[in-house]
């Protein structure tokens, strides 16, 4: 014979159906990154490289250096941000520094590099 308790605890076990079905469930998939989009509509053109312009901009104490953004496992190699510190984009082709450097340039810094 079977005590309350015991009772209890048979039916708090799921069963093995309920188990097998939950396993056939797939994993829910990693939600797609949205494409980022620029901060300002124009930019102001340089008279030297964005990866110049980011390297004087660190050396002047105008921005801190940023943490170094992990890289995806599926990431272009062959593609370095010296801004991001990791590969997948260049730094030419980087948005995030780009608004930053426009951010500063409007802010009055950086004045040397526009043409």
């Known amino acids: 014979m079977k005590t309350e308790s015991q009772t209890l605890y048979y039916h708090s076990q799921p069963d ?7 396993s056939f469930f797939p ?33 002047a104490g105008l921005m801190p250096t940023p943490r170094k953004a992990a890289t995806s496992r599926k990431a272009d190699t062959s ?3 010296r801004f991001h510190q990791n590969y997948g984009h260049t730094t030419k082709k980087c948005l995030a520094l780009k608004d930053k450097i426009e951010e500063l340039i409007q802010a009055g810094h950086l004045r040397q590099f526009v043409r």
């Open 79 to 81: 593609k370095h941000c």
């Open 27 to 59: 994993l829910p998939l990693a939600r797609p990154r949205e494409a980022r989009l620029p901060k300002f509509a124009n930019y102001t053109p340089f008279n030297t490289s964005r990866g110049r312009v980011l390297e004087e901009a660190l050396s």
């Open 16 to 22: 093995k159906t309920q188990i097998r079905e939950k």
